[in-house]
Structure formats: structure tokens, C-alpha cells
């Protein structure tokens, strides 16, 4: 029997076989902290069997008294007991709490899974291998292999990930394992009618699609994705992650919506004494109708950032290369320089008030170039209004010959939190100054009682002559460990049932 605490690295288990290091070894119980590789355990062990002390120098002896009277070195026994668990092995322990191997009661679970074999990738995802998904005591589902994620997950159902209900529409993302296993996973998946961005509303596809990943832990990720297998808007990509080592790292990928284009982009870094450097590449190309190339390189050094003195003040040198080409309009821009990023360390204006400031100047030289400087700033100001509120105030100013036509040349955004008693509430806003381009979203949540919550949600977006608008209310009722409600949505001009997979607040 085995308990994993994921969060705490805790580990609880009882008639186990440990190995990990020099330690291969079997356990009555077993508590293991993973993270520190240390732990505590019930179990037998080979120890010295003394019965005296003698002394020895300045020191003392623990010593076997014979019959005659005279000391010899005392014998090495096997015993039971409590030991410390270590890389190198184990040793007698000093008592501890009574409560180290307890295991929780989890007979109270919402969902349970039942399987031959877990894999579990702390933070990441648990595979399993020949799978009983349980809610309460029923068996709901048996699948030959199943991966459940930990990050992002906050439903204590399992089946919240495969089956929900949003504004009246089912939704469904019901994945099939082909192959499942540390190094590999690779399925088929089904899913229709999932919530996209911040809409209350649902997509009304059906998508078949192919996944198959592969990795070497944090030195080697890649995948392969087929989207909407059958459709007419199909898609295939492929990428690649690399640690070549320590200070090496590269990444590639490859997409073609439709057959009719393909996207690839690249990079590669590395990092060497006092200085890093990176390549980055990315190129467009489409196959039919109208043919068009588009391509984007740029090389940079920059030198470690260099402390100024006392000020709270980090600059960055570098020299830097890029090279863009569009065939379609016989666009070409290229240019070399030289680049100066500097970084200010938080300062402190009061306790509640913090300002963090950069800024870049680049002057490069080339085909098509932006004469003189080009320009990027930015500052922002969080603020901390009480213990229920905060806001965070950013400026950004962009002057590059080519980001300031579709961002615009200033920019202010704000992001406003407010947590206290029944009331939940964010927003964010952002526009540009010299452009038609405005962001704002709004929620909000306001809990009647223990169990009944009212909500609403606003979500705008403008740019230049694009306009999306839509704005929810809704009630929500808590049974038990999740929330069901009905919600109106701007978008559907309709109530819609919010089940299942409904968000608590």
C-alpha cells in the first residue's frame, strides 16, 4: 500500500521494496521525503552489539567484555527496528512522532482511480496503467491507459476533464491512450463543444485528433499534433526541445494548416563566460494560390549584466543582426548595430508601492532601417491599497519602425484585484494612446451565502474597425463539492445551464 502527499513530496508506504541509491531494501513501513531523499523506515539492519564502555585516549570505546574479563571488538548482529533512510543507506534512528506513517482516509473521496501501475511526474501528470475510475463507490469508466494532469486541475472528479456541460452545450474531451508510458505518451482524443477564451458560449465542431510526445525529462521534449483528422480545416505541427547542456539549448517546430502553408520557426542559445548568445529564425511559405515567402533571422550578444555602481541600476550590452523578407510585396529590411538594455531592481517608494523600470535604445544600419535610434520602454508600478485589494499600473512605449503600427507607440494598461468576504473581483484593461486598440476584462462574484453566488463577466476588444463585445450574468448553487448555475450570455441572447465542469469561485 502507498500514499503520495504530490505537493509535499510525501511518501507513506507499508510491505514496500525501496531502491534509490545504495539503498535496495524492504520496508514494514516506509516514510520518504522525495525532494530531500530522506526518510524513515521499519525494517532489519545490521548493527554492532556492545555491552560496555571503556576509555580510549581522550575518547571512548563500545566494547564486547569476555568471560576472562578482557574487551574485544563487538560483534556486528542483525536487528529490527526504526532507521534512517539515506542516499548511502540506512542506520538505527531515534524515535519519532507516532503519527509518521499514518496513511489519510480517503473513503471519503468524491472519485477514486483504481489501477495496475502509476507513474507519477510531480507537478506535471500521473499515467496509469489498466484504470477503475470510481465517483463515490460506482465504477464509471475502465480504460486500458489514462493520464490524469496535476496543474490546472482544481475539480475533485476525475470525469470533470472528460465531460462538462457549458451554457447548454455538452462538452467533451475524451482522450484514448495508445501508448503510455515515462518517455512516451501517445493517443487519439474526441472533443466537441469546449469553451474557447473567455466566452460563455461553445464551439459547435467535432475534432478527431493525434497526439504522440516524447521527452527525456527537462533535456529532451518534443510532439507531434494532427488537429480535426478528417476536417477540412485539419492541421499538422512537430517541435522539438533540446538541452544539449548546461549552457546549450535549441528548439524547433513545424506547422501546416490544410496542406495549403506551412509555418517554421527555430532558436538556439548558449551561454559562455561573461557573455550569452542566441540565433533566432522563423519562416512562412504558402503552397497554394497566391504564393508569398516570409522570413525573419536575428543574431544577438550580449555581454552579463554589469552592476552601476550603487544604483539599483543593470545595463546590458550586445550587438545584434536581423534579416526579414516578404515576397509578395518584394520587401526586404536588414541591418547590424548595437543595442544597450538597461533594468532597474524594484524600488521601493513605501511599503505598499513598488516601481520597476527598463528600457532599450538599438541602433542598427542596414537595408530599409529605421534612421537613428529605436526605442523600447516600459514602466510599472504595483500598489498594494489594503489587504483586500491591489493594482498594478504598466507603460509601455515601443518605437521600432514596426511594432508601433500594430501596438501602437504608447500603450497604458492596469490590472485591478479585490478579494474580500462575499465580493471576488478582477479587472484588466489596456489601450493604446495613438491607435484604435482597446482591451478590457471584467469579473466579478458576489456569494449570497454558504451556497448560492451571483456572477458577471465583461470582455471587450477593439482594434482599429474589429469590435468583439460580450458581457454574462449568472447564479450558481454549490452542491456538495462543485457548483451548477444558469447563465445569460450577450453572445447566445440566451440562459444557458452551467453543470459538471462549472468553476467555483
Do not use: C
Amino acid at each position: 500500500d502507498m500514499q503520495l502527499n504530490i505537493p509535499a513530496y510525501e511518501l507513506r508506504a507499508r510491505n514496500a521494496t525501496l531502491k534509490m541509491g545504495a539503498v535496495e531494501k524492504h520496508f514494514d513501513e516506509l516514510y520518504l521525503k522525495l525532494n530531500v531523499r530522506f526518510g524513515y523506515g521499519t525494517t532489519s539492519f545490521v548493527a554492532k552489539q556492545a555491552d560496555g564502555i571503556i576509555s580510549q585516549g581522550h575518547g571512548i570505546a563500545f566494547v564486547r567484555r569476555q568471560a576472562d574479563g578482557s574487551y574485544t571488538k563487538p560483534p556486528e548482529v542483525e536487528r529490527y527496528g526504526l532507521v534512517e533512510i539515506h542516499r548511502s543507506g540506512v542506520s538505527p534512528a531515534a524515535a519519532q512522532s507516532s503519527t509518521l506513517f499514518e496513511f489519510q482516509d480517503l473513503s471519503g473521496s468524491p472519485s477514486t482511480v483504481s489501477a495496475k501501475k502509476a507513474v507519477i511526474f510531480p507537478h506535471k501528470v500521473i499515467q496509469f496503467q489498466r484504470v477503475d475510475i470510481y465517483v463515490a463507490a460506482s465504477k464509471v469508466m475502465s480504460l486500458p491507459l489514462y493520464e490524469v494532469p496535476l496543474a490546472g486541475a482544481h475539480s475533485p472528479l476525475v470525469t470533470d476533464q472528460i465531460v462538462s456541460v457549458s451554457n447548454s452545450q455538452v462538452g467533451i474531451n475524451f482522450p484514448y491512450y495508445v501508448a503510455l508510458r515515462p518517455g512516451v505518451t501517445e493517443f487519439f482524443s474526441f472533443k466537441t463543444g469546449m469553451v474557447e477564451g473567455r466566452s460563455s458560449t461553445s464551439d459547435h465542431g467535432a475534432f478527431l485528433n493525434y497526439e504522440f510526445d516524447w521527452n527525456k525529462g527537462d533535456d529532451m521534449q518534443g510532439g507531434l499534433q494532427v488537429q480535426g483528422i478528417g476536417r477540412d480545416d485539419w492541421s499538422i505541427g512537430v517541435n522539438q526541445f533540446v538541452r544539449m547542456d548546461d549552457r546549450t539549448t535549441a528548439f524547433a517546430q513545424l506547422l501546416t494548416p490544410t496542406g495549403q502553408s506551412f509555418y517554421g520557426s527555430g532558436s538556439i542559445s548558449h551561454q559562455f563566460n561573461g557573455f550569452s548568445t542566441s540565433f533566432t529564425g522563423a519562416a512562412t511559405r504558402t503552397l497554394t494560390g497566391i504564393q508569398d515567402t516570409n522570413q525573419n533571422y536575428s543574431l544577438i550578444v550580449e555581454k552579463d549584466p554589469i552592476k552601476v555602481g550603487s544604483l539599483p541600476v543593470r545595463l546590458t550590452p550586445g550587438v545584434t543582426a536581423t534579416m526579414s523578407s516578404d515576397q509578395l510585396d518584394g520587401q526586404t529590411q536588414s541591418g547590424y548595430g548595437g543595442r544597450l538594455r538597461a533594468q532597474t531592481l524594484p524600488l521601493v517608494v513605501d511599503p505598499n508601492t513598488n516601481v520597476t523600470m527598463s528600457f532599450q535604445a538599438s541602433y542598427l544600419k542596414g537595408t530599409n532601417e529605421l534612421p537613428g535610434l529605436q526605442y523600447l520602454g516600459n514602466v510599472s508600478i504595483s500598489r498594494r491599497l489594503s489587504a483586500a485589494a491591489s493594482l498594478l499600473f504598466t507603460y509601455d512605449y515601443t518605437r521600432d519602425g514596426f511594432n508601433e503600427d500594430v501596438l501602437g507607440e504608447h500603450r497604458v494598461s492596469m490590472q485591478a484585484f479585490y478579494n474580500r468576504g462575499r465580493v471576488n473581483m478582477s479587472l484588466f484593461g489596456s489601450r493604446s494612446l495613438d491607435l484604435s486598440r482597446t482591451t478590457v476584462f471584467g469579473d466579478l462574484s458576489y456569494r449570497l451565502g454558504r451556497l448560492w453566488r451571483l456572477s458577471s463577466s465583461y470582455t471587450s476588444d477593439i482594434y482599429l474597425n474589429d469590435t468583439y463585445l460580450d458581457y454574462t450574468f449568472g447564479f450558481g448553487y454549490t452542491l456538495g463539492w462543485r457548483e451548477v448555475g444558469l447563465v445569460w450570455s450577450a453572445q447566445t441572447q440566451r440562459i444557458g445551464l452551467q453543470l459538471l465542469g462549472a468553476t467555483v469561485y
